[in-house]
């Protein structure tokens, strides 16, 4: 294949060999990849900046054989020092990560994907959202991502407009009387389905732009770690995750 040219996101590393490392870095073009910095821990090793988790990076790669790429050149564009102060922000990360592992293959177009983590790693980087807001918006944006994309507009069964409620078996809304008889939905109130027609149908940019109360924001919670896992078929549970590392 020779040289290949591309932007990408740490994800993950491990040591490779005694001087060696193998970085696993998702790109918006060839999806998540594994990326080999040979000598990086010698004494004079120079690249173990660009080997950080969560830096973003540009990237100047080889790749004859395998499945590993091996690094030609790096530069980084952004190293996302803030974040690496704050061991409850690494975990909260540590957990997205993991969740793009688990989802992600080489050769996969991954440019929405990448986005959503650069926008949501640089949230974490400014203090300017709580935590877990950042990693439930960023699952149930995942969703959609992923193809698995619910029917927001109107009641699943009925086609009433007054939706309360979520079918996890139907993917969709639906209104009070019809899940009466969906023993698997989920109640929403207003301010919750509102915020999450927002995280679905916003601009990229925009997706974590918005306030929801409490209340409503543990009801979107629920929501997504339930439907996660019935979509994904592994369980995600954020809050056992965080507090493996958090006391």
Known sequence: MGITKTKGIVINHANSKDADK?????????????????????????NMSITELFVFL????????????????????????????????????????????????????????????????????QNTKDNMFLVTVFQ?????????????????????????????????????NCAKNDTGSIYLSKSAINALKYILVSDSKKVFSFDISEKSFAELKLFIKIYLCEKLDKQYDIDKFIAKYII
């Open 22 to 46: 193998i970085l696993t870095v998702l790109t918006p073009d060839l999806g998540k990849i594994s990326v080999l910095v040979k000598g990086v821990k010698n004494k004079n090793g120079n």
């Open 58 to 125: 540009d990237l100047v790669l080889y790749k004859n054989t395998g499945d590993v790429y091996l690094l030609n050149s790096a530069e980084i564009i952004e190293p996302f020092y803030n974040i690496r102060v704050d061991i409850e922000k690494i975990c909260f990360l540590t957990y997205i990560s993991k969740l793009i592992s688990d989802i992600s293959t080489e050769n996969q177009n991954s440019f929405e994907l990448m986005q959503l983590l650069l926008n949501t790693i640089y949230l974490y980087s």
């Open 140 to 176: 149930i944006r995942l969703l959609r991502i992923l193809g698995f994309n619910p029917i927001i507009d109107k009641c699943f069964y009925c086609k009433t407009k007054d939706v309360s409620s979520f079918s996890i078996k139907e993917n969709a809304l639906i209104c009070e």
